[in-house]
């Protein structure tokens, strides 16, 4: 089965017809405007839904297959919500930060493979990687002069480092 991402959540139903809120991250709004199915977290697993229709006004609403009733949207109310990997865009380089990057690896073409981005933390005019390197923590700043490329497939960050970044 395709690599599931989670975009969002689900909040509380919409009208009696089984309409649903949703919140999704700005990132993957076009990607579930555009989904024919998304997952949603029954009990610890992502279940598929097929979507009849989605529409957008003040809130973000779907109207599920086989989810007629208030009752049956209130059933999949306040969850995760997942779309398969493959349907996503690419992140491209200049879109790419924050939560996208975290579990990517980072690779140079000194070092090689540095380590896994952990976390990415935000600081006025810029974001730092952090990532765990011989043994310690060390934060890596992603400026868009530093990375060189984004591999989605392969989840690596190709970075060009100044040289002695990685002994600070």
């Known amino acids: ?87 996503l865009q690419p992140i491209e380089k200049e879109e790419a930060g924050l939560a996208q990057l975290i579990d990517f690896q980072i690779e140079t073409p000194l070092l090689g493979r540095i380590g896994i981005i952990e976390d990415v933390l935000e600081y006025p005019q810029q974001l730092l990687a952090v990532v765990a390197y011989q043994g310690r923590e060390v934060l890596i700043p992603l400026h868009e002069n530093l990375i060189t490329a984004i591999d989605q497939e392969q989840r690596i960050v190709h970075m060009d480092l100044p040289q002695g970044l990685m002994e600070l």
């Open 1 to 87: 089965m395709d690599k599931l991402v989670r975009i969002g959540f689900s909040k509380k139903p919409h009208g009696i017809k089984g309409e649903l809120k949703l919140q999704a991250e700005e990132r993957y709004m076009q990607d579930l405007l555009e989904a024919e199915v998304i997952f949603i977290d029954i009990k610890g697993k992502p279940a598929p839904f097929f979507v009849e229709s989605i529409r957008e006004g003040n809130e973000l609403l779907v109207k599920l297959e086989d989810v007629d009733t208030r009752e049956a949207a209130d059933a999949l109310a306040s969850r995760a919500l997942f779309l398969p990997e493959a349907s």
